[in-house]
């Protein structure tokens, strides 16, 4: 109970902000309603088509903003910090939503309000998309996965509740969605302590294999996702309608749980979030070629795994851009770059397949194949000792060895000009402050002296993941979030030598 009480303390009672939650449910109502529900379609002769499409274009749009911020924007910019973005994003999702409502691909008209919408959110909900997860950055990642499925627990229930009002009055909820969403992120901002950014720095090799196989791992994740959610509900089967409802419904579960997980298990919640949305990917699946007309049950499965893996995906950048040498804008739009660029191309595979046609051996194959792809990106590719590296940072050691050399200089001078004892031991006084076990004492000692995963599992004749393991506990005890809060609290110690000595 003790430790539970600890949990709640430090994951949901300090720190959770409502408005947070609320600012960004609101935006994913936007999206679930124009992307994944047929209520702005329902004047178009081809619902199904009008979405489907809609949701292709759009997403080809969102890699290509996304991509332009993350390289275009300076390390330390944010673009939710101009509010002239921000206000000029919602309004364009505004009027792209309305354009929704009119397309149709029967008529060159339709289709012309079709295309012109799906560019206008596309790239508008990228970037306030992106501003949102930029708030959430500066709280740090385990409380922004608690935020996250919070507010995408309530954006599923709000997004059922349109389904079932009168289609005009669902139609005037998502147009105004966009402004209140951004009302309150621009409240926020106001109100914002910025966190301070990484040290600056040459980010060393091993930190950029980490960023590939990362961005590698989500592209395969969003191509399986694309590829099967296409497959299973566009034209292949005989899905039903109400398909929506099904969809909210997975999400709204996975959420909860995900939210449940990030309270009850926050020291290990990204790699449960992770965990799950491979299973439900890979559930939905394996599913797709047994469903026949009733996929509709598949394609759940496969939205629900999405949503976990968004939620985890966010935490994922926004501990890159606290642990390493990258901007929080840079490291969330690469990402979702990674996963969206990933889902185009698998849908694009899925409408190729649909054009010639499959046969259910096939179909069998195809998802045989798509699984054993999971199962070797979850094992081999970015795995979760990989998810436990990006929380825990691998600072360049030329940077820990300059932050560790001003603490050793301050102790030294301070020592010389007292005629006092030798300088204190930084690691030392760590273990002994905070109850550090021998072999954290000597993770600790190694990791003040700039040391990698890998050298401390060299020196130490352990597993990588031991290792990891150490350094959780370590950060857990002493309360912070990376090794640069590691070296802050250092400085801290070594600033009030007086204190520090009693």
């Known amino acids: 109970m003790g430790g539970l009480q600890t949990t709640w303390g430090e994951t949901w009672g300090r720190g959770v902000s409502l408005k947070r939650v609320a600012g960004f449910s609101l935006n994913w109502v936007w999206v679930l309603m124009v992307f994944y529900s047929i209520v702005p379609y329902l004047s178009s002769s081809d619902v199904r088509g009008s979405l489907y499409i809609n949701l292709f274009v759009s997403l080809c749009a969102m890699v290509v903003t996304m991509l332009f911020i993350a390289i275009l924007v300076p390390r330390d910019e944010r673009v939710g910090s101009n509010r002239y973005v921000v206000v000029g994003a919602a309004l364009i999702m505004c009027a792209g939503s309305v354009l929704t409502m009119f397309s149709d691909l029967t008529t060159t008209t339709g289709m012309l309000m079709l295309g012109i919408s799906s560019i206008m ?8 998309f992106l501003a949102w997860i930029e708030v959430f950055s500066g709280g740090g990642g385990r409380l922004a996965l608690i935020e996250i499925s919070c507010a995408m627990c309530a954006a599923f229930v709000i997004a059922f509740a349109l389904t079932i009002v009168p289609p005009l009055a669902a139609d005037v909820a998502i147009v105004l969605l966009p402004p209140a969403s951004a009302l309150l992120l621009l409240r926020l901002k106001r109100n914002e302590h910025q966190a ?3 040290p600056r720095g040459v980010i060393s090799r091993q930190t950029i294999g980490l960023f590939v196989k990362a961005l590698l791992g989500a592209a395969l994740f969003g191509a399986i996702e694309g590829f099967f959610d296409v497959l299973s509900g566009y034209q ?6 109400i398909y929506g409802t099904y969809l909210f419904l997975a999400g709204f579960l996975a959420a909860l749980a995900t939210a449940l997980i990030a309270v009850f298990l926050f020291r290990d919640s990204v790699s449960y979030t992770y965990r799950l949305a491979m299973l439900l990917l890979c559930a939905g699946c394996l599913f797709t070629p047994f469903m026949g007309d009733n996929s509709t049950y598949s394609t759940a499965f496969i939205f629900g795994g999405y949503g976990c893996f968004t939620a985890a995906l966010c935490v994922v950048c926004i501990n890159v851009s606290r642990s390493f040498n990258v901007g929080p804008t840079r490291a969330i739009g690469l990402g979702f770059v990674a996963l969206y660029g990933g889902e185009v191309l698998g849908a694009l595979c899925a409408h190729t ?3 010639v046609g499959v046969s259910e051996f096939n179909l069998a194959v195809l998802t045989v194949v798509a699984v054993l792809v999971l199962l070797v990106s979850h094992l081999f590719l970015f795995t979760e000792i990989d998810l436990i590296r990006v929380g825990i940072g691998e600072l360049d050691a030329v940077v820990v060895a300059d932050g560790l050399e001003r603490v050793s200089a301050t102790g030294e001078g301070a020592g010389e000009a007292e005629g006092g004892p030798d300088p204190i031991d930084p690691g030392a006084l760590i273990a002994e402050r905070y109850g550090l076990s021998p072999r954290e004492t000597e993770v600790l000692q190694l990791l003040l002296q700039g040391r990698t995963i890998s050298r401390i599992q060299e020196s130490l004749f352990i597993s990588a993941g031991t290792v990891s393991t150490h350094i959780r506990h370590i950060y857990h005890k002493v309360g912070v979030e990376n ?20």
């Not at 959110?121 to 306030?128: E, F, I």
């Not at 292949?236 to 309608?241: L, R, S, W």
């Not at 090794?483 to 009693?502: S, W, Y």
């Open 236 to 241: 292949t089967y005989a899905v039903q309608d």
């Open 121 to 128: 959110t596309g790239t508008s909900s990228a970037v306030l």
């Open 196 to 198: 301070p950014s990484a």
């Open 353 to 355: 397949i649909e054009a």
């Open 483 to 502: 090794r640069q809060g590691l070296i802050d609290l250092v400085e801290e110690l070594f600033d009030a030598p007086e204190r520090t000595r009693d």
